[in-house]
């Protein structure tokens, strides 16, 4: 049987805090990445190369995009967090999904809060989708 190719405009996203399905859907998600800083060590005697050592793990913020909801647990956790400053952290899962909607392949993202929330622009001679973009910090993801 041949493995499933995985296509990345079937997603979902899950945050810790759902009430059901309508914060899952997203137009997109970016950011799920990783990359080590690193130290440059000198070594005395030795001009053919410099030593470069992994420090730390670090992450950009993830980015969600979707057409803006009025009203979904999402907006209040944002609402919360930028007019309230009442932080509450939650774990957020991102599945990307087969054909018949089962999970290929799961990432846990924890500890993420929102950094940035913003909306498109209004313009009265465009027929278009307000879109609202989402940034969270987190500490750390993995593959689930």
């Not at 799961?106 to 500890?111: E, H, M, P």
């Not at 989402?134 to 593959?143: D, K, Q, S």
Request: some cysteine; proline content about 6%; aromatic content about 14%.
């Amino acid at each position: 049987m041949a493995t499933p190719r995985a296509l990345g405009f079937h997603f979902s996203v899950h945050f810790g805090f759902d009430r059901g399905d309508e914060d899952i859907r997203f137009q997109s998600v970016s950011g799920l990445s990783v990359e080590y800083t690193t130290e440059t060590v000198v070594e005395g005697g030795e001009n053919r190369f410099e030593h470069v050592l992994p420090v730390r793990t670090q992450y950009p913020n993830l980015v969600l995009t979707r057409a803006m909801e009025v009203s979904s647990a999402l907006s209040d956790w944002c609402k919360a967090a930028f007019f309230d400053r009442q932080f509450a952290p939650t774990d957020v899962t991102i599945h990307l999904l087969d054909p018949d909607g089962e999970p290929l392949q799961s990432w846990q993202v924890d500890w993420a809060w929102p950094k940035k929330w913003s909306h498109s622009d209004f313009n009265a001679e465009e027929n278009s989708l307000v879109i609202e973009t989402l940034e969270l910090g987190y500490r750390t993801f993995h593959p689930l």
